[in-house]
């Protein structure tokens, strides 16, 4: 069956934050004459005559061409700094730029891997620098919605192979030889007719002074000629992190650094009347205290009370002695409570379809067996460890930020506007992320640490306390879905329908989803299902919403994948049969589309993930092994999960088994990280995580009620690939989103108990 | 205020204008610069602060400095004996290449230290009691076991 139903492009803004990462990338000045495609046109620049000699190659996101700045081997030092993708020195080392912000995805490391592999250098002759923040050189410069390596994959490579290009035509020149009779070995030009080779660095004078080949054309290697990537290679700031050295936004030190918190209402959009800000003052080590009127935009300025001090710990204590008269007027009086009994009133009824295909209720009345659960699922933070921080120093009319931001490129513009001041006189240094998980795709935080920069004479940083970053997050949204399975005497579902919630910001057309709001049809994953029908009964929230890992994905293939097991097990059917069946024939529903489903990876690798994971194999009692599949972030995901519950309900995932195909592998180590995270964030998350709200206000405060998992809890994780030829995808998140559902349907095998609401702690479950 | 005096990674360091009642954390990041030892919860619920006091692994953001004055504080900046020679399980750690963001590591290596001086061959249960006040947002866990495991067969407890 073909099915329109998927073939949808994903909506900006909403469903991926890539979406909304490019819409921000494109409102900056300096990109927005170029970045006219999905991957803005590039050329390459050469520099010679920078300190030290040897060749340097840059993107170039101009259309002009300025290769000839590069001819008179003089560096246009203002315009192209040093700083570019590779730089070959003369005593043979290999500097190549990282550009994107490093949020423990692994892209510092492997974003390098791609150039170098193309460059045809041992890694260890690799160095590796953060690259500034600058779209003219390096394009956008952001991490989320794993698009760093589909983005980044041809523009490196391509890099890389330029480079490479122009050793071999520098050593043909200066042996006289034709330039297929060179090849590049480990940072060599070899001599095929005599076995004679030419250094990079001997030969990187003479490569700088040869005109650039143009990217699309140069030759680049095959997969099976790879040597670095698809290998296990460490990250390149092992060495500082295990040493403690200062890399992360939080370690920013500056002299005469202030210590500043910024104090909101607790219930969101709540403004401040008025504060005791006199006798915060007079507090030892509080240099200043004031109000900030903010913007009223949740991502840019909140209002608040802004305290500067000479300490951390001053800060924090001033914090605690401030008081407060907040203005409720405009505050968010939202109440989880009443959220949940709303959405139930709301969807037990009838609604008006925002998706249909075929005839649900035909099918319904058609159907042997009909299946209506109710899921739930709660608010949750993204609680990154390193708490939001930002650094900010105004001095002179400029302003300089180092943000630990997912999407560092937007902050000037919107700090232009904020603060009145010019985009060319606002810089941002990128720093390592003690986590993202699309936290810091928004930016508040460098819009909090500038507007308090911006008032005072000295270098501030900003620090939130635990409570505070987890009483202001944008928050994954809760969902509730009332859902009906149709099923014929064949077992074989007809139908599904879908009465859900989707959350649009209050105040707004409540036509958009909030970020990460969004139910599709697309997100059953069940293309053969003739007849379906959805509901999204829109509903106004205040309370932030934001992406998280996985946005909407995290929360949807939970639901979809276990009422799709409810079903199988409704129709007495084995569950691997029943989920392969709902694939239907091999095929790709919008054949050159990546975001779109291809049904054939996601049958490779739900049969690889039952092979490995013993499916069909006896259990002991009290033991199970659920099934799940998700295909998010263009990864495709199977994984099982092996669990043992004891008489008291205590949950024991023993095995995950993940099968994944994410096109090719580029980092073994990096990408199994990120797998081996994901499945352990999932167990997280399940276990007992959930923010609730009264009065606009969150309850949960620190990691007493907002629990991460422990060591103790780490299931065995094994993990399958499944090379094929796409291109390489990111990691980031689809390996989240199978997860929960794997768990819980196998919570189910072994007890017989339907998971549907969320956290499992509701339903009376523990995981030990 | 009074001055106190902590001998930090075998140096001895004087704070002055400092109150007392600043936990050893913000004592070390604000007042000593030194910035390897991380702020997570301030609530004694991560970890990630973790350094040693006398030799025994505490979480630094809930013990002021009053107390400390006169001992001896170890962090990861000063955990590795000598300047080239680092601590078996910071060899270990890059091996296993450990961390995704790395924001926990610095905590965890610390408490990693402190049982291996302990035990140093210990199980995985031992592990994950001695690391179960260490918290880990991205989900490094095994292989930090493996890393600990690692270190500990190359004679960790160095
Ligand atoms: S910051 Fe000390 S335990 Fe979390
Ligand atoms: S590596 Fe990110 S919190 Fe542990």
Redesign the interface.
């Given at each position: 069956m073909n099915n329109d139903l998927y073939n949808h492009d994903l909506e900006p803004d909403v469903d991926m934050p890539a979406e909304f990462i490019e819409r921000q990338n494109r409102h900056s000045a300096k990109v927005s004459e170029s970045a006219d495609s999905f991957i803005p046109r590039r050329q390459f620049l050469k520099m010679s005559g920078i300190a030290g000699g040897g060749l340097v190659l840059a993107f170039s996101l101009s259309r002009s061409p300025r290769a000839k700045a590069a001819h008179h081997g003089e560096s246009d030092s203002t315009e192209f700094s040093p700083n570019a993708f590779i730089q070959i020195k003369p005593d043979g080392t290999i500097v190549i730029a990282a550009k994107n912000p490093?949020?423990?995805?692994?892209i510092k490391t492997f974003l390098p891997m791609i150039i170098a592999e193309e460059l045809e250098v041992p890694w260890e002759s690799v160095t590796v620098e953060q690259s500034a923040i600058d779209a003219k050189r390096f394009g956008p410069q952001s991490a989320g919605g794993s698009q760093s390596t589909p983005r980044n994959w041809d523009p490196l490579r391509q890099a890389g192979a330029v480079a490479r290009a122009m050793l071999i035509a520098a050593a043909a020149k200066t042996w006289g030889v034709s330039e297929s009779k060179c090849n590049a070995d480990q940072g060599f030009i070899i001599n095929e007719s005599n076995g004679k080779k030419l250094s990079y660095a001997e030969l990187a004078t003479t490569a700088a002074s040869l005109p650039i080949p143009d990217g699309k054309t140069v030759p680049l290697k095959k997969r099976s000629e790879y040597k670095i990537l698809g290998k296990?290679?460490?990250?390149v700031?092992?060495?500082a992190?295990?040493?403690?050295?200062?890399?992360?936004g939080?370690?920013q030190?500056l002299p005469g650094l202030l210590?500043a918190v910024y104090v909101k209402c607790p219930s969101f959009g709540g403004t401040v009347n008025s504060a005791n800000l006199d006798a915060i003052k007079a507090r030892?080590?509080i240099v200043d205290a004031f109000v900030l009127e903010g913007n009223g935009v949740d991502n840019e300025l909140s209002a608040g009370v802004a305290i500067l001090a000479k300490?951390?710990?001053?800060a924090?204590?001033a914090e605690k002695a401030l008081q407060v008269d907040w203005n409720h007027d405009p505050a968010s009086k939202e109440s989880w409570t009443d959220f949940q009994k709303q959405a139930r009133e709301i969807t037990s009824k009838p609604g008006k379809a925002t998706e249909e295909q075929g005839d649900f209720s035909a099918a319904q009345s058609e159907a042997k067996t009909v299946v209506e659960s109710f899921y739930t699922y709660p608010f949750l933070s993204h609680?990154?460890?390193?708490?939001q921080n930002c650094t900010a120093w105004f001095r002179d009319g400029k302003m300089e930020l180092w943000a630990p931001s997912q999407t560092p490129q937007s902050i000037a513009g919107m700090l232009s506007k904020l603060l009145d001041i010019d985009q060319s006189n606002i810089e941002v240094n990128q720093l390592?992320?003690?986590?993202?998980?699309g936290r810091r795709l928004l930016n508040d935080f460098a819009c909090e640490a500038a507007a308090i920069a911006h008032k005072v004479d000295a270098p501030v940083k900003l620090?939130w306390?635990?409570e505070s970053d987890l009483a202001h997050d944008f928050y994954r949204v809760g969902g509730f879905h009332n859902l009906t399975g149709a099923l014929d005497s064949k077992g074989r579902l007809t139908g599904l329908q879908d009465r859900t919630i989707v959350y649009t910001p209050a105040g707004g057309d409540g036509k958009r989803p909030v970020r990460g709001g969004n139910v599709r049809a697309s997100n059953i994953q069940c293309p053969e299902i003739p007849n379906v029908r959805i509901e999204a009964n829109s509903l106004p929230l205040q309370i932030p919403a934001g992406w998280w890992r996985a946005p909407s994905s995290c929360s949807l293939a939970w639901v979809f994948q276990s009422f799709v097991h409810e079903l199988a097990v409704a129709a007495k059917r084995d569950h691997l049969e029943f989920l392969l069946e709902q694939f239907g024939e091999p095929r790709w529903l919008k054949k050159g589309k990546a975001n779109v489903f291809n049904t054939e990876r996601a049958i490779n690798v739900t049969k690889l993930a039952a092979e490995k994971g013993d499916w069909g194999k006896p259990m002991k009692k009290r033991q199970g092994r659920g099934l799940s599949f998700y295909f998010s972030h263009l990864g495709y995901f199977a994984e099982i999960a092996e669990i043992t519950v004891d008489s008291s309900n205590n949950v024991k995932v023993d095995r995950v088994v993940v099968a994944a195909d994410v096109g090719m592998l580029l980092n073994k180590?990096?990408g199994e990280?990120?797998v081996?995270?994901?499945?352990?964030?999932g167990i997280?998350t399940l276990a007992d995580q959930e923010i609730t709200f009264e009065n606009g206000a969150v309850k949960e405060s620190?990691?007493?009620t907002y629990p991460?998992?422990?060591?103790?809890a780490?299931p065995n994780?094994e993990i399958h690939w499944l090379t094929s030829d796409y291109s390489p995808t990111g990691l980031g998140e689809p390996a989240f989103p199978p997860l929960a559902a794997a768990v819980t349907n196998a919570i189910h095998q072994a007890t017989g108990k339907r998971i549907r609401a969320m956290p499992i702690s509701k339903e009376g479950f523990k995981i030990v | 205020m009074p001055t106190i005096s902590i001998n930090v990674n075998g140096e001895l360091r004087e704070i002055s204008d400092i109150d007392p009642n600043t936990p050893l954390l913000w004592a070390l990041r604000d007042h000593l610069q030194m910035v390897g030892t991380k702020f997570g919860c301030g609530k004694g619920l991560c970890g990630a602060c973790t350094v040693h006091l006398n030799g025994a692994a505490v979480r630094s953001c809930s013990i002021p400095i009053s107390e400390v004055d006169g001992q001896s504080v170890t962090t990861i900046e000063g955990l590795a004996a000598k300047a080239h020679k680092l601590h078996p399980l910071q060899d270990a750690w890059m091996e296993h290449d450990v961390p995704q963001c790395g924001y926990c590591q610095a905590g965890q290596i610390m408490s990693a230290a402190s049982l291996l001086s302990r035990n140093a061959n210990p199980s995985d249960t031992d592990i994950d009691d001695a690391m179960a006040g260490n918290l880990c947002r991205c989900g490094t866990y095994k292989r930090i076991r493996k890393a600990i495991h690692s270190a500990a067969t190359k004679g960790g407890a160095a």
């Open positions: 490093e949020v423990g995805q692994g296990f290679i460490p990250g700031d092992n060495q992190l295990v040493t403690g050295q200062p890399l992360f939080i370690d030190q210590h030892p080590g300490s951390t710990y001053e924090f204590q609680s990154n460890l390193e708490p390592r992320i003690g986590g993202g998980f620090m306390n635990r180590s990096g990280n990120q081996e995270g994901s499945v352990i964030d997280s620190n990691f007493d991460l998992l422990r060591m103790s780490q994780i | -």
